[in-house]
């Protein structure tokens, strides 16, 4: 997959998941846009990696990491990270298990299994 491609297809999910961790747009789109300049300057290492989409979304979360608000900073500290990235793409961006998982490097099923697991986490704490 050329980075163009990549870029294309992930600018719109990362930009709103970016978004919804800032609160806001503009510094969603600042974020994922950085974020995706640094996925084009390791791109040589994301493609030999063992799942790129793995890798590519990692980065993204770290690099929305000190962006995030006060309450999505709640969930990522009561849920593990993978759970709270499910559970956000899921339930705040409304993305299908299949978008979902596809983004994260995870199958439906995988996908499907840590967004309702932390639901179910969630559900309990409140």
Do not use: N
Not at 34 to 56: F, I, Y
Not at 65 to 83: F, G, H, I, K, N
């Amino acid at each position: 997959m050329t980075y163009e491609v990549f870029r294309q297809d992930c600018w719109p999910v990362y930009r709103r998941y970016s978004a919804a961790c800032s609160g806001s747009s503009t510094v969603g789109a600042a974020v994922a846009a950085a974020a995706l300049k640094g996925l084009e300057e390791r791109w040589d290492a994301v493609l030999s990696s063992p799942s790129p989409a793995v890798t590519a979304w990692e980065f993204l979360v770290e690099c929305t990491s000190s962006r995030r608000t006060a309450s999505t900073q709640w969930v990522y500290r009561s849920l593990e990270r993978r759970e709270a990235d499910a559970l956000l793409l899921r339930h705040k961006l409304g993305l299908s298990a299949h978008q979902g998982g596809e983004v994260m490097g995870l199958d439906s099923a995988e996908f499907t299994l840590l967004s309702r697991r932390a639901l179910c986490k969630m559900t309990t704490q409140t």
